[in-house]
């Protein structure tokens, strides 16, 4: 159990990993998990149902009943997101959504939309994953984390993680999405992708999620967060 909440941010490229480890980190802290990338998701699923484009999807996000699943102990399967009274799970990550999807997340107005709701998750402590959590979710983190890996070997994690959902997808495919994700995510205007300030990068390529759960966990240690006496301890 944390001496006090603590926010702890984990950002990086697909594929890399952070979700795995932010659920573990999650879980041994006690804290609520958020994947920001969900309600991305979520708008982009809503979006597309809605037959509403990018530029309309910030208004949606205000009338828009959304919720995340915040249980880092969530077991596989269970729901993600939920529209309403609609659980969402592998559809979240439906291919025929990936080009609304990139352009909804590039949109400036969306992803401001987006803030307050993703702020208001996580104001009594959180570990949150994605793309600019440490940079611009929660600049003031107590914790902050950017893991990397070669390009390879994210490719492999997302090839395997498709599969887990029931979305299996040829190779090729995968390499185009995740070139085209790293290119759009390094270099869209509105909060790109980049390594924030203060934070401890790591190489997820030669270490398991394990470990890398570990070193973060030893980073919580360090500033005042107490790791429960479970098995990553």
Request: charged share 25%.
């Amino acid at each position: 159990m944390t001496a006090a909440p603590i926010s702890v941010t984990i950002d990086g490229p697909a594929g890399v990993g952070k979700s795995t480890v932010g659920r573990r980190v999650a879980r041994e802290l006690q804290l609520p998990f958020l994947d920001t990338g969900l309600l991305y998701r979520a708008l982009a699923l809503a979006a597309a149902e809605r037959s509403v484009g990018p530029d309309g999807a910030a208004e949606l996000v205000r009338g828009l009943d959304l919720a995340i699943n915040l249980d880092p102990a969530a077991p596989e399967g269970a729901w993600r997101a939920r529209l309403g009274d609609r659980d969402l799970g592998a559809e979240l990550w439906a291919p025929g959504n990936a080009v609304l999807l990139a352009r909804i997340a590039a949109e400036p107005a969306v992803r401001a939309a987006l803030l307050p709701l993703q702020r208001r998750l996580g104001r009594a402590g959180v570990v949150a994953v994605g793309r600019d959590a440490g940079s611009t979710v929660f600049p003031r983190a107590e914790v902050k984390v950017y893991l990397d890996a070669p390009f390879e070997v994210r490719m492999e994690r997302r090839r395997s993680e498709l599969e887990r959902l029931g979305l299996a997808s040829a190779e090729v495919a995968v390499r185009e999405d995740l070139a085209e994700r790293d290119h759009r995510d390094s270099t869209r205007k509105a909060a790109p992708l980049t390594i924030p300030d203060g934070a401890m990068v790591i190489d997820t390529a030669p270490i398991d999620a394990e470990e890398v759960a570990r070193l973060i966990l030893r980073r919580c240690h360090e500033v005042g967060a107490q790791p429960s006496t479970g098995r990553l301890s």
